[in-house]
């Protein structure tokens, strides 16, 4: 199922296509040749690094504290955990095309509540010096859900006994939660961090959607780099991005690799 | 705890939960009151927030149109079954990598990572080409196939995270007091992973609730399309009926709250709390 068409990427990724998608025989690895020649890939490379590292970065620290909270028991928790899934529930073209109409300029509601607090109107989406912090703001808010879902379940397996032993021992609160808490939630915030990763990574409709009226690739990540040169740019080469497709499977391996390098992922003992 | 430490914690915590619950809808309360408004009222400048007029009746338009009771339809059976394939396939896969240790144990899980890696908009032209071979076009099996797959590997991910954080000693309990090993896993192991199948489960329906781009590309026939590529057909070049398709949007995240709804009492924990002396 996905062998396949993964076969078939890497195979396009050494052809040559016409304009009309016609298979104009092989060129070896003259698709990679051409792709380090892109004058954006320097730009695009750099945007896709701040988009991962700060949607992950944001969204893991933010469900940490939103997986506490839920963990406690208080009045209203099961609205407040009804309330969480919507985000995630929703499709996320549409919180995209949502966030799209917060944003807009003259009939964005954003701009009204920055007007209330005296600011001056912005074009969150036009301008170079916010796009980026609007995309990644949606794509934190759309990542939580899962993330804070997948740090609670596993709040919910450490046994209460661990807790009471520490309290024996005289550790509470923050140094409770760094000795006892954090280390027994490794695996379920490694397995959040590396699934988050590769989904953030790969995100398609956020930075496409946010993205859709500024010309040329400034604010593009690799995902949508990848569409534009296959469907949308004057070079409409689906070799070319093919090329970039398999790139960009070989990045995020690396990356995941690094990190369960940097999080010495090892094999529990058996 | 006893007296008002704890009561004022609690009324804290309620607190601090209202206010995230509210930041968290805030953007689709804007969502169903712009789909309680006539398509006129959508660019009034400055932007109103509320409705001049409530025009509820948007949503029975939407609920009453026979395709969209078909696309409904079909998101409800691929989401479904591909859940219940993908749980499956996941917690035997899970539950072995987790408690045993056989050569390529590692190389396994992480190829199954890799799976994963590659981005669905890569893939669709080869899956198109695929089911096309095997006469699959626009059949609720195309779909499921795919999301099923898709969404195998997170679920083996979850799963194992949480098996393998289940003390070895309840298993060596239960066997202690008589239980196989089938036994030990419907009657111990599940009801202590719970939280982590729940979760599993939410993720895989809520992938194959939205997938968007291979059911645009598999399913070319209009009466098969899921929701995600169905309600689009509410704005194009010829209509736009931006009410509608927000409408729409409002109706298609009712069915993951109410199944959510459904699951949520097996997030609480407790089960593992005296399990272990």
Redesign the interface.
């Known amino acids: ?9 890497v195979r ?1 990724s050494l052809g040559r296509y016409s304009i009309t998608g016609l298979h104009q025989g092989a060129v070896g690895l003259r698709n990679y040749a051409r792709l380090v020649g892109q004058e954006a890939l320097p730009a695009v490379a750099g945007n896709t690094v701040v988009w991962v590292a700060a949607v992950v970065a944001l969204t893991i620290a933010l469900s940490l504290g ?1 997986a506490q ?2 963990n ?24 995209s095309k ?2 799209v ?2 944003y807009d300029y ?4 954003l701009n ?1 509540v920055t007007a209330a607090a005296g600011l001056a109107p912005l074009d969150w989406l036009g301008d170079d010096r916010t796009v980026m912090g609007a995309m990644i703001a949606v794509g934190v ?1 759309v990542s ?1 859900p ?1 993330t804070t ?2 740090l ?10 661990v807790y009471e032993a520490a309290r024996v021992d005289g550790a509470a609160g923050w140094r409770s939660y760094r000795l006892i808490t954090l280390p ?1 939630l490794r ?2 915030l ?2 959040a961090a ?2 988050n990763l ?1 989904y953030v990574f ?1 995100s ?2 956020i930075v496409w959607t946010l993205n859709d009226r500024n010309p040329g690739f400034a604010h593009d990540t690799m ?1 949508t780099f ?2 534009k040169i296959a469907f949308k740019s004057a070079l409409r080469d ?1 070799g070319l ?2 090329a970039l ?1 398999v790139v ?2 070989l990045l ?2 690396v990356a ?1 690799i690094a990190y369960l390098r940097v999080a010495r992922w090892r ?2 003992p ?1 | 705890m006893a007296g008002g430490a704890g009561l004022i914690r609690r009324l804290a915590l309620s607190a601090a939960g209202g206010l995230l619950a509210a930041a968290l809808l805030a953007p689709y309360a804007v969502m169903l009151l712009t789909a309680l408004k006539p398509e006129a009222e959508l660019r009034v400048s400055p932007p109103r927030l509320l409705p001049i007029e409530w025009r509820p009746q948007n949503f029975w338009t939407v609920l009453r149109d026979p395709e969209f009771q078909s696309w409904l339809t079909v998101s409800l059976v691929v989401a479904l079954v591909s859940t219940v394939l993908v749980l499956v396939a996941a917690v035997p896969a899970a539950y072995h990598t987790a408690r045993h240790r056989f050569p390529g144990r590692a190389a396994f899980l992480f190829l199954v990572l890799v799976t994963q890696m590659f981005a669905p908009t890569a893939l669709v032209v080869g899956l198109y080409r695929e089911f096309f071979e095997l006469g699959l076009i626009n059949t609720y099996t195309a779909l499921i196939a795919v999301n099923a797959a898709f969404n195998l590997a997170f679920a083996i991910w979850i799963l194992r995270a949480f098996f393998a954080s289940i003390p070895r000693e309840i298993e060596e309990a239960a066997a202690v007091d008589g239980c196989g090993t089938a036994g030990t896993l419907f009657r111990i192991i599940l009801p202590v992973a719970a939280p982590g199948i729940v979760t599993a489960a939410i993720f895989a329906f809520i992938a194959a609730w939205n997938e968007y781009i291979v059911a645009l590309t598999l399913m070319t026939d209009t009466s098969m399309r899921p929701l995600t590529v169905g309600i689009t057909s509410y704005v194009t070049a010829y209509v736009q009926h931006w009410d509608l398709l927000f409408a729409a949007s409002t109706i298609a995240i009712v069915p993951v709250v109410i199944l959510f709804a459904l699951i949520e009492p097996y997030l609480v924990g407790g089960l593992t709390a005296g399990s272990v002396k």
Do not use: D, K
């Open positions: 199922m996905v062998i396949y068409p993964a076969v078939e990427l396009a939103l909270l839920l406690e028991s208080f009045p209203g928790r099961r609205l407040v955990r009804w309330a969480l899934i919507v985000p995630w529930a929703a499709s996320l073209i549409m919180t949502l966030f109409w917060l003259y009939f964005g509601l009204r808010f939580l899962f879902y997948v609670l379940a596993g709040l919910q397996t450490i046994p209460g006994e027994l695996p379920a490694l397995v590396v699934l590769i790969n398609f409709p995902i990848m569409y689906v991005a093919a497709g960009n499977v995020i391996l995941v094999e529990e058996v």
